[in-house]
């Protein structure tokens, strides 16, 4: 495992994708919404809420709209989904931490589409990992691993994490070997 | 990085009773079953997570609420239904439950809700299937979907979210011998760390019940006024063979919930019954419909944990089937 970035550089990288939401916040008159991804999304969620003026902040679970529930072992735990509001005519920016296969971020938006019908999605990551196994991209990038021009030579099997504290002892990026991906 | 330790897996495929939960299994299914509750509060009132799979309703034995309650259960997890009951099919010929039940999982399905009059039925079945079982009730034994639904009523009426229940003292009141829902409640209670009283006439409440773990009493008054919560169990006319009590009236009187009774008991005590209600017998209806009543709660909580427990039991299956 091997740190790619320190705390200040994850809140410098905060304050980059803050700075990318607002520009396209005063472009519009729609209320906004910002919710995240159980279990790092919904922490980066409310440091960007932080930054940002934002109307309503929420929280959701995906566990049930896993493609991969009837493949693995074991069911995974199911959390909470916390949006106590009608997310109907909103922008709403969807936040995760580590945008890999695109997985999680399409069983993110069916859950939402189930919840009503927003007048925008918007994708906000801290770190695109890249290895995409769906046609999906994102609004606002940090920290774009994607490209082969990062530098930090990270191989296909290799694990992107996002640290964020109360969660976490400290804020930080890590790179791990491999080791079982828990979630998508 | 420290090594996190292996997280808890939920083992059980199938749902027999709460005898054999470990507090851990219930305090997660309890858990699980909080992530269900806002899905019945969407527009959309489905999620797919046991989208493709088949669950069957094998009741014999009459019920309204908990057959609709895990109808709904699945059909809010994606699952297909189909519905045997009793009467009118095949089982009213003489099949053999283990017949039926070979028969009915012969037709693809995942996962059997059953509800016997014969105690021990869920797990006779449970032997003869390879898919999970549910126990929707079985005779006098279990109803555990019924004791989750009332502890996790009792948990989030008194702010336990982390569903421990010590210093909690819970009185069930009633017809204790030929109640399957006292004894999935007393299970799970006591695992859970809360205090039981069993509350009835001698003739309806066994002393061996002491040996779980419990208190008996023979006067509801004297607990009225100690315990955090009064689960009033229904008076089953169907089960009463011999002459238990005197009269209905005088049941009533002795071990109804009055308003009256209802004063000298703590101001925020939970009234809890299963129903369906005799009112003027178990509760006189201003208890009923009065602000202590947590009854309705008891049945939209009873949703989610059904939610729960299919989610659950089928997942495990799968586990069992990859050791």
Not at chain 1, 28 to 49: C, E, F, H, K, N
Request: charged share 20%; with cysteine.
């Amino acid at each position: 495992m091997r740190q790619i970035a320190d705390a200040q550089r994850v809140s410098m990288l905060i304050d980059q994708l803050a700075d990318a939401i607002k520009r396209d916040m005063s472009g519009t008159t729609d209320p906004w919404a910002i919710v995240g991804i159980r279990s790092r999304g919904d922490l980066l969620a409310q440091r960007l809420a932080g930054r940002l003026n934002f109307d309503h902040i929420g929280v959701l679970d995906i566990t049930l709209y896993r493609d991969d529930l009837s493949e693995i072992g074991m069911q995974p735990t199911v959390r909470t989904t916390e949006i106590p509001f009608a997310i109907d005519r909103m922008q709403v920016v969807l936040v995760d931490d580590v945008l890999m296969t695109g997985r999680s971020v399409r069983a993110a938006l069916q859950s939402l589409m189930d919840l009503g019908r927003p007048r925008r999605v918007w994708l906000a990551v801290l770190v695109d990992r890249g290895g995409r196994e769906l046609p999906i991209r994102p609004d606002y990038v940090a920290f774009d691993l994607a490209q082969d021009d990062s530098g930090l030579g990270l191989a296909p099997d290799n694990r992107v994490e996002v640290m964020l504290q109360p969660t976490d002892p400290e804020d930080g990026i890590v790179v791990c070997s491999s080791g079982p991906q828990v979630s998508i | 990085m420290s090594k996190t330790p292996e997280p808890y897996c939920w083992p059980h495929k199938h749902l027999l009773g709460l005898q054999d939960l470990s507090a851990e299994d219930i305090r997660f299914v309890l858990q699980t079953a909080v992530g269900f509750l806002e899905v019945s509060t969407r527009s959309v009132k489905k999620v797919p997570a046991l989208r493709g799979k088949v669950v069957a309703n094998l009741f014999m034995e009459d019920s309204t609420r908990t057959r609709s309650s895990f109808t709904l259960a699945a059909s809010r997890l994606s699952a297909d239904v189909i519905d045997l009951s009793g009467k009118g099919s095949s089982i009213s010929k003489g099949e053999t439950l283990r017949d039926t039940g070979r028969n009915i999982e012969a037709m693809g399905i995942d996962a059997i809700v059953c509800r016997h009059p014969l105690s021990g039925a869920a797990v006779q079945l449970s032997r003869a299937v390879n898919c999970s079982v549910v126990n929707a009730g079985d005779g006098q034994h279990e109803h555990p979907t019924q004791g989750l639904l009332d502890i996790f009523t009792i948990a989030r009426q008194l702010g336990r979210t982390d569903f421990d229940l010590t210093d909690i003292t819970v009185a069930i009141v009633g017809d204790i011998t030929h109640s399957r829902v006292a004894r999935s409640n007393l299970y799970g209670l006591l695992k859970l760390g809360a205090t039981v009283v069993l509350v009835g006439p001698p003739t309806l409440l066994p002393r061996a019940f002491a040996d779980l773990g419990c208190e008996l009493s023979y006067s509801l008054d004297d607990v009225l006024d100690r315990v955090d919560v009064l689960n009033m169990l229904r008076i089953q006319f169907e089960r009463l063979t011999s002459q238990a009590f005197p009269s209905v009236r005088e049941y009533a009187t002795s071990f109804g919930l009055t308003t009256k009774r209802l004063a000298r008991a703590k101001p925020d005590v939970v009234v809890m019954h299963p129903g369906p209600i005799n009112r003027g017998i178990e509760l006189d209806s201003q208890v009923a419909d009065g602000p202590n009543s947590v009854i309705l709660s008891q049945v939209s909580h009873g949703l989610a944990v059904r939610m729960a427990v299919l989610y659950l039991v089928s997942g495990a299956k799968h586990q069992a089937d990859l050791l």
